[in-house]
């Protein structure tokens, strides 16, 4: 199983990016998905998460500011996110709760971020 996280960038205060994350491999059923990031100096945190039943968590910094959607059978999300400033910078993961084929046990698996850059 892989999570392959992308969109990031350069992008000017203001400005706006739409992160996409996709998984791949032998998976049954992803029951939730997330996005989280690392700002400088600081522990990885909550940017927005959802549920296989459509439930959305959305951190408080980031309220108002995106937009969460995602494909049909839940094996990708895009984060659409507007209205930038530099406290937005860092590096941006995806992680999915998810199980393999076969299997009764969830798992979580984590992208390998993409970089987030907000200039002023």
């Known amino acids: 199983v892989q999570l392959q996280a992308s969109g990031g960038g350069l992008v000017q205060t203001g400005g706006s990016l739409r992160l996409t994350c996709t998984t791949s491999g032998r998976i049954d059923r992803v029951r939730a998905m997330a996005w989280y990031r690392q700002t400088p100096g600081n522990q990885r945190e909550l940017v927005v998460a959802t549920t296989r039943a459509g439930g959305t968590n959305v951190a408080d910094t980031m309220r108002g500011r995106l937009t969460l959607s995602r494909n049909s059978d839940m094996t990708a999300i895009y984060l659409q996110m507007n209205n930038l400033t530099p406290a937005d910078t860092g590096v941006y993961y995806c992680?999915?709760?998810?199980?393999?084929?076969?299997?009764?046990?969830?798992?979580?698996?984590w992208g390998q971020g993409t970089q987030v850059t907000v200039s002023s």
């Open positions: 992680n999915a709760d998810l199980n393999k084929p076969g299997g009764r046990t969830y798992s979580l698996y």
